[in-house]
Every structure is written in C-alpha cells, then in structure tokens.
C-alpha cells in the first residue's frame, strides 16, 4: 500500500500518541501569478507519549525539518515525514514546497481569461490539507490554526477566522477553534467582495459574500445574504447554540469540484451558483439549499466532528436533511421536500441497488475508500432515514437529541454511539434496534399494497412509520385525500384499511414522504395515474408518483417507452417546474438507455419538447426547461436547421433571448451531429471569451466527429484541469457511439495507469466518464475477472459502470417485450 494512503488502523494509533496544541502556517504565495511552486512553514506544537511518528505531507519538497528547535535528518518519502526524538512538549517545525494545483485538490489555481487575473483557493476534503502544509490529516487530532499569508498587496485573503493584522504583505488570521486539517481554508486573489451583517441577540456576526471580479455584475449578493440571515437566526433558535466560529465569508470559487465545503468562517461553493444565464425557481431553491447544507455543517461537522471517516455520515446525512428542513422553515422555498424526494432520494435509490452499497455507518478502512463515500447513501439517504427518525420519534425529541448532542460534544469527535445517546436521552427510545435496521443495513425496501388482502407488502422488513393516502376525485374531478392514514410497518406484511380503495382511486404509500422505501403503485392506481396524472393537486404527492413510476423503469418493471408516454402527456401540464425540471431529465435518460426504439424515442422527445418550447408561457421557467431540453434531445435529431434559425435569429420565439450558455448548448448539438465547424467554434468563443465560454468550447470542439485521437490523447496523456478534463470527456462521449467504439480496448487497458498516476479526482472523471457504453456487459466482466488485484477503489468504480450498463440493458430488453 501506497504511503499516501492512510489506513483507520494507524490513524487511531497515532491519535493514542499525539496531542496536538496548535499549528502555526505560513504560506507565501507572492509568485503565485507565475511560479509552480509556494513555499509553506508549518510550527506545530504538540504532546506525545511517543517519541516516533510522521507528519503527513504531499509536496514538492521538504526541505528543513526541526524538532525542539533543534535541525534533524529530512526523512520524507513523498507522502510522510519522519518525527523521531518527540516529548511530552514538542514543537516541530517544517520548511517545504507545495504544488500550486489544477485539480482542485489542494491549493488550486485558476487564472481568469475574461481579465487575466489570478484567483486562489484550498479544497481538502477528506484529506488534501497535506497538498498544502504538513499536517497530521485526521479528522480526530483537532487543534486551533494560526494562518499567516504572504500574496500580492491588492489581493483579498481570507481564512477560517477573521484577519488579525497585517506585516507588509503578509496577513496574519487569528487563531481558529480547535477544528479538523480538513475544514482549514485559504482563500486569495483579486475577488469581489459584498459585505454584510447578521444580528443574533448579542452576536454579530460580519458576512461576505465573494465571486471573481468578471463574474461580479451576476452576483446577486443581496438573495444570498438574505438566506443566510434567515439560516442563522433559525440554526440559533433550533440548535439552541451560538455559531461558534466568527465571521461568515461565502466564497463562489472557479473550476469547484463540488457544490459547496462547510469550512467554518470560510464556506466555498461552485460558481455555477453564480448565474450567468436565466436560472428557474428550482435553481434558486437548490441554491438555498446548499447554503443551509453547508450552515449546518457549521454544528455537525465542525463543532461535532467524526472520529473517522466510518461515520462521514453523521455530519453529511444531518446537513442534507437540515438543508431541506431548514428552507421549509425559514425561507420562501417552502417546497424544498417535494425537491427532496425527487432529486435527492432518486440519488439515493440508484446508489443503494448497486453491487458496491454499503450501510450508511460504513467500515472504511482506509483514505482510499473514504474518498468514494461522498455518495448517494451517505448523503441523500442518511437523511431520508433521519427524515424517517424524526417522524418516528417526534421533530421535537429530534432536535432536543441535537442540542444535546452539541452541548455533550462541542469541538470534540465523536461516533454512532454518542449520537444515538444523545437522540435516546431526549426521546426516552432505545434506538438500538432502530439504528440496527437503518444504519447497519444495506438496500432499499420496497413497498406495495395488495388491495384485496388489505395488506401493505415490504420486502426487506424494517420499521418503518408512514401515512397511505387513498386519492378519491373530489366535487371538481381532483384526486384528493385530505386524512391519510398512519402506519407502522415492522414484519413483512401489515394490515391497511382500503375501504376506500375502490375503482377510480390510486393507493399512495409514504404520502407525505416520511421514509425511505421503493413504493410500488398497484395496477388500479397505474390505471388512473396514466389517465389523470394532472388531477392530482398537491405537488409532493404528483413527484411520489413520479418516482415511483420512475424507480419501476429503471427496475425494468414499467417499460421506457411507457414511461415516455407518461412523460409526453403530463410534463407539459405539470405546474411545479422543479418536477418540471426532474421529469424531463428522467425522459432523456430513458430515451437514451432504457427505450427499446431509441431513433423513434428520440425524434419524438425532440418534437415534443420544441412544441412545448413554444407553447410555454412566454419567460417562464417552463419554457426555461424546455429550452434545455431540446437543446440536449437535438444532439441526437437532426434538426440542424432549426437550430441555426435560432442561433442567427431568422426565428425568434418569445421570451427567449439566447444568451452565451444556451447558445452554447445548441452549438454543442451542431458539432456533435458534425453540423458545426472548428472554425464557426473559435468565432463563438472569440464574443465569449470567459472561463465558462472556454469551457463550453472545449467540449464543443471535442464533440466534433473528427476530435476523437485528439481528445484521447489529451485526456489520457496530457494533463488539463479538471474543468477541462469534463469538458473533453463529454465531447469526445457525445453522438453516435460508432465513431468512439475502437475506443473500448484502449479505455480497459489505461485504467491502472490512470488510477496509478493521476489525483484521484480526474481519475475518477476519467474511469467514470469515458466507460464505453456497450451492448453488452462482456468487456467489463472481461476486466474485473482478470484484474482482481487492482486498487479496491478503481474496481468498485468499474463495478458501479457496469451495474448502469446491465441495468439499461435489462430495461431495453424488457422494453421490446
């Protein structure tokens, strides 16, 4: 094993042997404009009963190590750092050189084509703060961090705590709360700053709200600050906890990996939330969201931290449930659980039907799968079995578990245990056989209604508290139910009263959505969804209905082409335009992989969703949606012609007035279908010339049919960023897959060199993206039997792709029937 691994085993003994008091980091980015490289001066101060361990440290050199002020031997491999001769009261001190980075692990770099400027940020989770200064990188050996930046006099820097003083060009932080390595944050360059206020009783709390200077004329600080503001005032009075880390920067940072990171004082987020183009309501709301995902963080993660990555989930599934819970509760985004359970829960059900599921208290080993577990089950369903909890034992009890939890916990490490004592001493339950049900199980159960046994159906039993809701027409013809029934289910069948259930009705199991189970719709109620979909009023219970007709076709057990049908008939009257936004998503994945007759699928989507485009009420986010998706089903149907009456404006359609993104997107299904030139690319980008529209180039240009040889050699021998490495994956994966197909053995035979060589980021964009979409699952099987010793993180990657292609496999088969 490789010593940049670390491994659950080693990490807890060297926690046994050191405490850490504090560290000390200076980094000088003054050459941060051109030089590869910055140098870093790490002081730790620290106890060890001991006197051997090792600092972790992933750099271009070390180049002084000492130890009690004396100078030792440098003993670095790459990955760790010798400490020998440690007290009871050690201060080490290490001089190094760290890589400036394009992968947006560690210290990232970016430089801005709109004005040339230089922008800076740090990523580490879960554990990249060693790209940037040695460290001991485990969650559980908290300590305060003192920050100390050298960069260029007119750039803003910012960190976890607010700035202290500054000594020339050299700002100097105050020392944090004790916090994980994972959660420490550096923030530099030129970047626009809004700044503002939350008033808490006594606290005040300064915010900022940051985003490149070329992207500062979008930057709608003022609906950023307002959620914020509403998410504190209700994380104080829910939590019954002062924030506890300062200031509150937000910083919308360029080429993100991700959607957002909880660093307390320092929260960054993928600038995608900054709209550059029209963006709908659902945007905006899961925007919200993520905002108050990551304030959440704040208490669970930050204030309470995991002893390892075994319990990712008891900040991460918390956060995800109190993002949606908290925009319910303190913002306009009322709606935000209907979202929940269709985008979130639907990441949820594909995860954990995969060979590769895990229990949401997972056993990781080591680094290497703890990278991996940033997935749908640690998210989307840790939360919707809290969500379940929370319905089980009372909201109020729930909460009054957290409070206590934090108040027991604060800037201390914790697991299972604790929690589940704190949830306990306020609900008065013993949650052990919840807990053993919920957390230490894996896959879905599904749940259907026999309607004349009068019986509710689980596979895979678990406790489980929920309502069923008889839809009935109502005077004017609507499908309603206005006192749904409570359930508790706990072996493999429970009685259900379905009196009402007569003809002309549709049974609804987990109204409400309270837990986390496949639902099933008996063939009664498919009958009347497929005819009155549109009856139904209340939008929550319409996006349980799509789900469940969704999960049923990714299960191969409502056919594609049926559930197009579906589609096609009731998108374009569907009022909530985030169910909106979901279901026409779902279509294009079934048009693409589940439809039997995919040509015929295709030229119909394309139609229907140009018809809807038009017939749309003209502004609307359902015209939005629209325009989105036809401009992805044209990459399929030749509809050149019309594509380029709207690109040169010959055809106008009201209330659209294409901008760069959603030209963009039409130009990317021109070059896919070879209907565009390079030379017409470069025109484009020439009157778009920003990080966004370089972007939006580079996948155009790799999508044309004659890129193929060069994008591979670019992804697999050159080394572009990681916004780069997407673009150039879905170029060279858009089309006609005959012209990529030559390509399946070269992908099969460049694995462990990519997972060898490359970060595990662009590894993992690379593995995932470019897996060759088959008709048969010959070749991976091919590959997994004869590399059984590969990396367990690699297979599990290559095992996840082939479960997808088996699964659309299934449902097109199923499909012809």
Known sequence: MSTANLTRSETAHRARAVTVRSYDVALDLAG?????????????????????????????????????????????????????????????????????????EGLHRFVDPADGETYLYTQYEPADARRVFPCFEQPNLKAPFTFRVTAPAEWLVLSNERLDRTDGDTRIFAPTQPISTYITAVVAGPYHRVEGRSVQHDLIIDLGVHCRKSLAPFLDADAILDVTRA????????????????????????????????????????????????????????????????????????????????DLWLKESFADYMGSYASVAATEFTDAWVAFAQRRKAWAYSQDQLPTTHPIVADIVDLDAAKLNFDGITYAKGASVLKQLAAFVGEDDFLGGARLYFRRHAYGNTTLADLLAALQDSSLRDLGPWADAWLQTTGPSTLTVDRARGVIVQTDPRPQRLDVAVLAPDADGELVDRAPQEVHLAGAETPVDLTRAVDGTVVLLNDGDHTYAKVRLDDASLAVVETSLDRVPDDLRRSLIWSAVWNATRDAEYPASRFVRLARRFAPSEPHEGILGSVLADTAVAVERYVADRDRARTEWADTAYEQMLAA????????????AWSAAVVHVDRAARVRELLTGRTRIDGLALDAEQRWALWFALAARGDATEAELDE??????????????????????????????????????????????????????????????????????????????????????????????????????????????????????????????????????
């Open 684 to 817: 484009v980008l020439s009157t778009d010339r920003t990080g966004a529209g370089e972007v939006a180039h580079t996948a155009a240009v790799a999508a044309l049919p004659g890129s193929a040889a060069r994008v591979w050699t670019a992804l697999t021998v050159q080394s572009p960023s990681n916004e780069k490495v997407g673009a150039l994956v879905r170029g060279f994966t858009a089309g006609e897959r005959a012209r990529i197909e030559d390509y399946d053995a070269r992908y099969y035979a460049m694995l462990g060199d990519v997972w060898r060589d490359r970060t595990i980021e662009i590894a993992r964009r690379l593995v995932v993206g470019l897996f060759p979409q088959a008709d048969t699952t010959d070749d991976a099987d091919r590959w997994l039997a004869e590399n059984p010793g590969s990396p367990a993180a690699l297979r599990r990657q290559v095992i996840e792709q082939r479960d997808h292609l088996a699964r659309a496999l299934r449902a097109r088969a199923a499909d012809a029937e």
């Open 617 to 628: 009420e003209v502004g609307s986010d359902h015209q939005l949606e629209w325009l989105r």
């Open 32 to 104: 941060a404009r051109t030089e590869p490289e910055f140098g870093v001066v790490a002081t730790i101060e620290l106890a060890a009963s001991s006197p051997e361990t090792w600092l972790d440290f992933l750099g271009a050199a070390v180049d002084r190590v000492e130890i009690d002020g004396r100078e030792v031997a440098v003993e670095y491999d790459g990955a760790r750092i010798a400490l020998r001769g440690l007290t009871a009261a050690s201060t080490v001190r290490v001089h190094a050189r760290g890589y400036y980075s394009r992968t947006g």
């Open 231 to 310: 998410g504190l005032d209700f994380f104080h009075d829910v939590f019954d906890y002062e924030y506890p880390f300062g200031k509150y920067d937000q910083v919308f940072v360029p080429e993100y990996n991700l959607g957002a990171m909880e660093n307390p004082g320092c929260v960054t987020f993928t600038e995608s939330y900054v709209f550059r183009s029209p963006a709908t309501r659902s945007q905006y709301a899961r925007r919200a969201n993520t905002i108050l995902h990551e304030m959440a963080h704040m208490w669970f993660g930050d204030l309470v931290t995991m002893q390892w990555w075994d």
